[in-house]
């Protein structure tokens, strides 16, 4: 009588595994054919409508050069940091500068102070820099930026649009509803962007979105186009 219901429990336990395993493998298929579905569903729309891309339309423009220093609050408004000897010969009072606040906001001041010799301390030179309200709280560290240069009549276009393959760049560009591989030349680089020397003109459309899926010749679909826009004071 003890072994029947050992054996039946075991059948039990058995049948349990089976049907769990069988449960599960079923649910694997029921997920992956909607994953099939969806990748078959997402290359049709792309057959038939074009891969969907962001564009930035490229026009010539003025681009301010700025370079990054770290101040600490001497007052409300008056912040004070220290530069190298290159990032020092850059310097006079007088030059634009600015911060963002913790809420995102930009405030806008002046270099005021430039010292003339080195800090034993530090080794660099001092600088002072007065803003037109507080940056951020008491005993913060602010990174402001101070405006170095102004490149005119240049085209430029986001670093993290180019791509660089044994040495040479290129970015992405649209015409006539396809994609095409532009190979560029680019000249200055900095936190803003890249200036474009040679590949580019007035007016081409440079994918900024959806280019790592394109191949040279996708047909593409515009969801977005964006303007050039400094957003620097």
């Known amino acids: 009588m003890k072994k029947r219901k050992f054996l039946l429990r075991?059948?039990?336990?058995?049948?349990?595994i089976i049907a769990f395993t069988i449960l599960?493998?079923?649910?694997?298929?029921?997920?992956?054919?909607?994953?099939d579905r969806t990748i078959v569903s997402t290359i049709s729309e792309w057959e038939v409508h074009g891969k969907p891309v962001v564009v930035l339309?490229?026009?010539r423009e003025d681009m301010r050069v700025y370079e990054k220093i770290s101040l600490t609050p001497l007052s409300k408004t008056l912040y004070e940091g220290y530069v190298t000897k290159d990032f020092h010969e850059q310097l006079q009072a007088g030059q634009r500068v600015f911060a963002d606040t913790e809420q995102g906001e930009k405030v806008v001041g002046v270099i005021n102070y430039v010292g003339q010799t080195l800090n034993i301390d530090t080794g660099m030179f001092r600088v002072r820099a007065a803003f037109d309200r507080e940056v951020g709280l008491n005993n913060h560290i602010v990174v402001a930026y101070v405006h170095i240069e102004t490149l005119h009549d240049i085209i430029s276009i986001p670093n993290e649009v180019v791509?660089?393959?044994n040495g040479e760049f290129f970015v992405w560009t649209v015409r006539d509803g396809h994609a095409y591989k532009q190979n560029i030349l680019i000249g200055e680089s900095n936190d803003y962007g890249a200036v474009v020397l040679q590949g580019l003109h007035d007016g081409d459309m440079v994918v900024i979105q959806g280019q790592t899926q394109l191949v040279h010749g996708?047909?593409?679909?515009?969801?977005?186009?964006?303007?050039v826009m400094r957003h620097i004071p």
């Open 10 to 16: 075991v059948v039990i336990g058995v049948g349990c």
């Open 24 to 35: 599960v493998f079923w649910r694997q298929q029921v997920v992956q054919t909607q994953r």
């Open 57 to 59: 339309d490229i026009a």
């Open 163 to 165: 791509t660089e393959i």
């Open 218 to 227: 996708d047909k593409v679909r515009i969801v977005d186009n964006k303007e």
